[in-house]
């Protein structure tokens, strides 16, 4: 490969977006799980429908939205300062533990961000934990006013960096952000979290579904979708090896 950049999705690739469990816990006891998991699925949706029906509002928006809903869904009364409380995590969110040490040993290289995430959303993540001292740019789909999977959201790529798709290599571990980028010619690393292997043996291990194992089914296998990943691994601490083999 000659990859003159590293692109990577932010949340659920470089930040654990589970770690929103302990704040939704502890604002809502006993609901902090299913409340995690219904959130993120619809935060998800949300950004698939407004990109379809052309009516798009910013991942902030989104974000609050789809907690409204969830816990409207489940009813939960809430006041504003719990909301916010919850709201406020997800700028803040846990760094994976390899992530800083992978892209250290990605440099010289280009590194960036394409991320959903609003600009105000994402620049506060990235400066709170301390990977605004390695990224090059941190790029928001905001900027063309459509979520990823759009072609037109992965277009930014090359308009910030300067980079054409084969010169760039895109990780993510949501499938559904692989397949849009590999649909639009980017080389692509899948993070497999979860192997089907485990996925199945979860499944049968309990007569009830988990909420974050119903999650685990839902987002974190392969989507046929007729795309497939270039490369495949475990964890970021992975990539070094890839890069350099």
Same mark, same amino acid.
């Given at each position: 490969?000659?990859?003159?950049?590293?692109?990577?999705?932010?949340?659920?690739? !470089?930040?654990?977006?589970?770690?929103?469990?302990?704040?939704?816990?502890?604002?809502?006891?006993?609901?902090?799980?299913?409340?995690?998991?219904? &959130?993120?699925?619809?935060?998800?949706?949300?950004? &698939?429908? =407004?990109? !379809?029906? =052309?009516?798009?509002?910013?991942?902030?928006?989104?974000?609050?939205?789809? %907690?409204?809903?969830?816990?409207?869904?489940?009813?939960?009364?809430?006041?504003?300062? *719990? +909301?916010?409380?919850?709201?406020?995590?997800? %700028?803040?969110?846990?760094?994976?533990?390899?992530?800083?040490?992978?892209?250290?040993?990605?440099?010289? =290289?280009?590194? *960036?961000?394409?991320?959903?995430?609003?600009?105000?959303? !994402?620049?506060?993540?990235? =400066?709170?934990?301390?990977?605004?001292? %390695?990224?090059?740019?941190?790029?928001?789909?905001?900027?063309?006013?459509?979520?990823?999977?759009?072609?037109?959201?992965?277009?930014?790529?090359?308009?910030?960096?300067?980079?054409?798709?084969?010169?760039?290599?895109?990780?993510?571990?949501?499938? &559904?952000?692989?397949?849009?980028?590999?649909?639009?010619? @980017?080389?692509?690393?899948?993070?497999?979290?979860?192997?089907?292997?485990?996925?199945?043996?979860?499944?049968?291990?309990?007569?009830?579904?988990?909420?974050?194992?119903? +999650?685990? *089914?839902?987002?974190?296998?392969?989507?046929? %979708?007729? +795309?497939?990943?270039?490369?495949?691994?475990?964890?970021?601490?992975? @990539?070094?090896?890839?890069?350099?083999?």
């Amino acid at each position: 490969m000659s990859i003159k950049a590293v692109v990577f999705d932010a949340y659920g690739t !470089l930040y654990d977006i589970q770690s929103v469990a302990d704040i939704t816990e502890e604002a809502f006891p006993g609901y902090g799980e299913i409340i995690t998991q219904v &959130w993120r699925i619809k935060q998800l949706e949300y950004t &698939w429908l =407004r990109s !379809l029906m =052309r009516r798009y509002r910013d991942f902030a928006a989104v974000t609050r939205d789809s %907690l409204a809903y969830t816990l409207r869904m489940l009813g939960l009364a809430y006041d504003n300062e *719990a +909301f916010e409380r919850v709201i406020e995590k997800y %700028l803040h969110l846990d760094l994976y533990p390899d992530a800083t040490s992978a892209l250290t040993a990605l440099k010289p =290289r280009k590194l *960036a961000i394409l991320s959903n995430g609003s600009p105000d959303m !994402l620049n506060a993540l990235v =400066r709170n934990s301390g990977l605004d001292r %390695l990224l090059d740019a941190t790029i928001s789909v905001d900027a063309r006013k459509i979520f990823k999977p759009s072609p037109e959201a992965y277009e930014l790529i090359g308009e910030v960096l300067g980079t054409g798709p084969s010169e760039v290599l895109f990780v993510s571990s949501n499938p &559904w952000d692989v397949a849009g980028a590999k649909s639009f010619g @980017l080389n692509v690393a899948w993070i497999e979290l979860i192997t089907p292997e485990a996925m199945a043996l979860a499944c049968v291990e309990t007569e009830l579904v988990a909420p974050l194992t119903m +999650f685990k *089914a839902i987002r974190t296998q392969m989507d046929e %979708l007729g +795309f497939a990943p270039d490369y495949l691994m475990r964890s970021l601490s992975d @990539l070094p090896g890839i890069i350099k083999g």
